[in-house]
């Protein structure tokens, strides 16, 4: 009996298992997010009565501010990789005053929906899935503002460092994955389906 | 070879833990993160399950024994039909399958644990939780008749019955809470499995090097990412309807029916296919070891897999030919599905070209394997038989389909764990489980198998639906019913002789030593039970079966593999 040949010929380097679970949490995520929109297109246009699609007005800034959000926290990323931490934390901020701004700006849209048009969840089809589909986005955004807060706040604690440059790496994905999700419900909802 | 502990690196002989007080102990498995304690944890949930599902089952074989039958009420009887398909599927199947997956996967990559303890001990929790609360529904679901209520409107549970206003009291959303809740712990522990599996391999664990039971896991991890989720996005669109007064399925006010039925089989179809690959992963390992050969065609057999894998995404609406959709759609669904037969069929052949002209031992895990091979070669056929639509609009929600199913869910899946039990429980706990008690609960559960399930199928053909509650004398049915309802005892008693095998082995079995199967994967490198830690030293492998290299350095299958 001899032991194991040892071949240390062969490189042998594996994929950061913390970029593979989140890619796995974005295809699971992906799937839920599809249903929601496969329900909204499937019911465009089939309500009998009450507000339709053309009370929507496109949230522009909004959509501007939630797309720039991921240059910004792309821009944290680089910095915290040179070991910049000045930089990180300023942009990681300016990260979650854009994601705030989207907050709000969904608030007073669903508060002049509500109030003007009334249009609620159980008005019809349409208040059915659009508060669904936009309302489970915007759940998505405010999970992501708490972990960025989290984030901050141990920052300007300084406990963040260099070596937690691949952490937050991580972290950004799921950040980037909410704002590309926004694209896809922007285009059926605001400009498709109105 | 058995009583030899083999010299991989890091196969130290594992150091006892002292036996601490009962509340000591109890505290360990609570909040043990270790893979292995984990799926110990989780089989034994799933087994606690499978005895609480089998009751139910029993109850539902009793009250259809005869025609004109009353032991249980209607309302009783709907219940337990629903706490048995949801228990199974959801209690039973995916618990014990990653119940394995999480014991066994690190260990056959050489790695120390799961890429993500603590979040596969949230898992597991999540899993446990969600059950308990759905079992709480009988206690505390305040429905329709007055008393505590469990789910009642099939596992499917199809819109509107599920609507408030059918559905008026909280089983519903018991029902729908405890699948998202564990639903949430499925997909955790998907997640896990696949980072563990692509970050934690050990040096010279290639893909094409780990075992096929990796393998499949991977490949099932992946596809519960896209199969879990449907069914919970839809179950939160339910509560919607339920608590917001939303209209997703509300037909009254324009929502269509359709709509759930296509997003539960958008789930159920790739749902079944996760439940029989971790079965087919079992079989994997125990057919080569038993035949005393390398798997035939291992690359087929990825292939096959991933085959499956994706092609079960696009078969949903087999479980719709009656809802009424266009030919164009009933044809397109009946040939994608005729295509999963052709992966399942690769399978097939390359066990039966394992077995050929292997030197076979007919142990009790081989033999369970092969009544798997048996078994779910009729099962596919079945299969094929219900995809071809015009057959179907004539057997649908017959007993013939609850034979297709349960053929696969007990003739295959049922017996693969059994096998796997009796093939890794030497590993987990360091004793034998009785080969004559596995000979006998072969041989039992097998005939009853064959009583009640064959015999479905014939009750099917004469036209007898599923989930009736009674049925007229003289339509041919009666004795054909008794006789379903005595294989079921049978299937019980087997269960039970298999249960005493368990609990007997563990306190009295004979020791097993690190490899009383000469088998070739990493797990049998380490000592019964391994220890915490698994590998002393990061294993390094260079072939797919790593022991055989260690057993026969004079002619080790990296030389031949490529
Ligand atoms: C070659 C493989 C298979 C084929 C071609 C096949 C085909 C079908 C078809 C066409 C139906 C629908 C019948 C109807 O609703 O009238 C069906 C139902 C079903 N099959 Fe299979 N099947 C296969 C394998 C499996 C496997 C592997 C499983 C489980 C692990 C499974 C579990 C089920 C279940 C649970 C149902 C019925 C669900 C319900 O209505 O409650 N099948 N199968
Ligand atoms: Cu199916």
Redo the contacts between chains.
């Keep these: ?7 240390a010929d ?1 490189p ?1 380097i ?5 970029r ?2 989140m890619w ?2 974005i ?3 992906s ?2 997010f ?3 929109v496969v ?1 909204y297109i ?2 465009i246009g ?3 009565f009450g507000p339709t699609p053309s009370v929507l007005d496109r949230p522009i800034l909004n959509t501007v501010c939630l797309l720039s959000s991921s240059l910004t926290i792309w821009i944290a990323e680089r910095a915290i990789e040179q070991g910049r931490m000045r930089r990180f934390a300023i942009f990681w901020a300016i990260t979650i005053l854009l994601g705030l701004k989207f907050i709000i700006g969904t608030i007073t849209e669903f508060r002049t929906l509500i109030n003007r048009d009334g249009l609620t ?2 008005a ?2 349409f ?3 659009f ?2 589909l936009v309302g489970l986005h915007a759940t998505h955004v405010l999970v992501g503002l708490v972990g960025l807060s989290l984030i901050l706040a141990f920052t300007l604690f300084g406990k963040v460092n260099r070596s937690h440059a691949e952490r937050i790496q991580v972290f950004s994905m799921y950040w980037h994955f909410v704002d590309a999700v926004w694209v896809v419900v922007f285009t059926v909802v605001y400009i498709v389906g109105k | 070879m058995s009583d030899q502990t083999i ?3 890091g196969s130290l002989q594992a150091a006892y833990p002292e036996r601490g007080t009962l509340l000591e102990w109890l505290h360990g498995w609570i909040v043990t993160v270790d893979h292995k304690k984990l799926g110990i944890l989780y089989i034994t949930y799933a087994l606690f399950f499978l005895l609480v599902g089998g009751v139910e089952a029993m109850l539902i074989r009793i009250q259809l024994m005869v025609p004109h039958n009353h032991v249980i009420s209607p309302e009783m009887y709907d219940e337990l039909f629903t706490m048995h398909g949801t228990t199974m599927v959801f209690l039973v199947g995916m618990p014990i399958l990653f119940g394995f997956a999480n014991y066994l996967v690190p260990i056959m990559i050489g790695a120390r644990d799961m ?2 303890p603590r979040l596969n001990a949230f898992s597991f929790w999540l899993t446990a939780f969600g059950g308990l609360l759905l079992y709480y529904s009988f206690l505390g679901g305040f429905g329709l008749y007055g008393m505590g209520n469990a789910p009642d409107v099939g596992w499917f549970a199809y819109a509107p019955l599920t609507g408030k206003s059918f559905s008026p009291g909280h089983n519903m959303d018991y029902w729908a809470l405890a699948l998202i809740v564990s639903g949430f712990g499925t ?1 955790g522990t ?3 499995i ?3 599996t ?4 050990c ?2 664990m290639t893909f094409f090097r780990m075992p096929l039971f990796v393998w499949l896991l991977l490949v099932v ?2 596809l519960t ?2 199969t ?3 069914l ?3 179950q ?2 339910l509560l ?1 309807d339920r608590y ?5 399925f509300d037909a009254q ?4 029916p359709m ?1 759930w039925i296509h ?1 539960f089989w ?1 789930f159920g179809h790739p749902e079944v296919y996760v439940l029989v690959l971790p079965a087919f992963a079992i079989a994997n390992e125990v057919i080569p070891v038993f035949s005393r050969k390398a798997i035939f065609g291992y690359p087929a057999m990825v292939a096959a897999s991933v085959g499956i894998g994706f092609t079960s995404l696009a078969v949903w609406a087999h479980h719709m030919f009656t809802v009424g959709m266009s030919s164009a759609g009933n044809s397109f669904f009946v040939i994608s599905t005729m295509v999963v037969g052709i992966f399942t069929g690769i399978k097939v052949f390359n066990w039966l070209a394992t077995m050929w002209g292997g030197s076979i031992t007919f142990s009790t895990p081989m033999l369970f394997c092969t009544g798997f091979l048996f078994q779910f070669l009729i099962a596919g056929l079945t299969g094929i038989m219900l995809a071809v639509a015009p057959w179907d609009w004539q057997l649908h929600n017959s007993y013939f389909l609850i034979a297709h199913f349960h053929y696969v869910l007990v003739g295959a899946i049922i017996m693969c764990i059994f096998a796997g039990f009796y093939y890794w429980f030497p590993k987990a706990t360091g004793r034998m489980m009785s080969e004559t008690l596995g000979k006998w609960h072969f041989w039992v559960f097998i005939i009853g198998f064959h009583m009640s399930f064959d015999t479905m199928h014939f009750v099917g053909l004469l036209g007898m639906p599923r989930s009736i509650y009674t049925y007229e004398p003289n339509r041919g049915w009666d004795t054909l019913n008794l006789i379903i309802t005595i294989g079921a005892f049978v299937q019980a008693v087997g269960v039970l002789i298999f249960v005493w095998n368990l609990v007997h082995a563990y306190f009295r079995g004979k020791l097993a030593g690190p490899d009383p199967w000469d088998a070739w994967t990493l797990e049998w490198a380490t000592p019964s039970p391994p220890p915490a830690y698994n590998f002393a030293v990061e ?4 072939s797919r079966r ?1 022991l055989w ?3 026969h ?1 004079n002619d ?1 299958d ?1 030389k031949y593999e490529q």
């Design positions: 009996m001899s032991d194991l040949p040892i071949f062969e042998w594996l994929p950061s298992r913390g593979i679970a796995s949490l295809v699971a995520e799937a839920i599809s249903l929601f329900a499937y019911y089939r309500d009998q969840i159980d019809n089809l208040g059915t899935t508060y669904s | 010299p991989v690196s890429a993500f997909v998907a997640i896990n696949i980072a563990t692509v970050s934690l391999r040096k010279g991890s992946a990412l896209v879990i989720t449907p919970t996005a839809a939160v669109m919607l917001l007064g939303a209209h997703f006010a324009g929502g269509s709509l997003f958008i294993p390094e492998v260079r790593p290299d260690i057993k350095p080790p990296w």
